[in-house]
């Protein structure tokens, strides 16, 4: 491979992004620098690699690195979570290996997205189904999430252990079994086999039914459909569901409930608009 930078995509981005940064906020003495940014040996001290197979791979000639050595790389340069991706996908052909890594909350922005939908209960949940925002119409037609703790936000933990939301559903066995098979997928494809072992260990002694249904071993990969529910207030309602990833956060997924018809529309408005409810 030679130095250049069409055939030496991943030098030219370590060297691009290591032209950014400012020594003196690491630490480093500014002094006279011949170019801007940090220094490659200043580089490979900060992600504990050598300085010449570091300076080597900026020039082409070092070989594929690790996907950890490459992740240390990363954090030495203080790449963003896209950056590190396309790292990785530069060095690989592909991006990293999913690792889960929860994130606290949502910002304004998506919360703003959520509250713009005044008639579609919408709500965030994390790969773990952990519900993290919802709208005011998903609190008065779904679950009023801010009720409850937040360990109880749990979408499993409400299905398997709320004899409410079980009343609810109208086949609840289905509407289980797809949730059970759609977690089991989200965790897996966000990394997060290891932070579902205490929910699943939790439900699978607490639920006969839910431990039936892990061992089962089925996979639900269905993004959209009809969910059907009775209501205290509206009686039976049908929803229509779409489910969409949130860009830049592979830990978080955004649900959308539309209803079914023109006259369940209807009933939604009036209800929601009950400054009583």
């Known amino acids: 491979m030679s130095g250049t930078t069409n055939d030496n995509a991943l030098g030219t981005f370590l060297r691009d992004r290591r032209m950014r940064l400012d020594p003196a906020t690491f630490g480093f003495q500014p002094g006279r620098r011949r170019t801007p940014g940090l220094r490659r040996e200043e580089v490979a001290q900060r992600a504990n690699i050598s300085p010449t197979w570091y300076t080597w791979l900026e ?3 070092g070989g594929t690195p690790s996907s950890h050595v490459l992740d240390r790389i990363a954090a030495g340069l203080m790449l963003t979570e896209p950056e590190r991706d396309h790292l990785h996908v530069l060095a690989f052909g592909h991006p990293p290996e999913p690792h889960y890594r929860p994130h606290d909350g949502i910002t304004p922005r998506l919360q703003r997205v959520l509250d713009a939908m005044p008639f579609s209960p919408a709500i965030i949940r994390t790969a773990t189904w952990d519900v993290v925002a919802w709208n005011k119409a998903a609190a008065i037609i779904l679950t009023d999430y801010a009720r409850l703790p937040p360990d109880r936000r749990n979408i499993l933990r409400m299905i398997f252990s709320d004899e409410r939301v079980r009343a609810a559903q109208d086949d609840w066995r289905n509407v289980a079994r797809y949730v059970v098979g759609a977690f089991r997928a989200d965790a897996a494809r966000a990394g997060a086999g290891m932070e579902i072992r205490q929910l ?9 039914e839910f431990k039936a249904m892990w ?6 990969g269905a993004r959209e459909g009809i969910k059907r529910l009775h209501h205290p207030h509206l009686g ?16 978080l997924n955004m649900m959308v409930y539309n209803p079914a018809n023109a006259a369940i529309m209807a009933r939604f408005r009036a209800l929601i608009a009950d400054p009583s409810v």
């Open 59 to 61: 020039q082409g000639r």
């Open 200 to 208: 699943v260990d939790e439900l699978s002694a607490s639920s006969p």
């Open 215 to 220: 061992d089962d071993n089925e996979i639900a």
């Open 236 to 251: 039976s309602i049908e929803l229509e569901f779409s489910s969409f990833a949130v860009e830049g956060r592979p830990d």
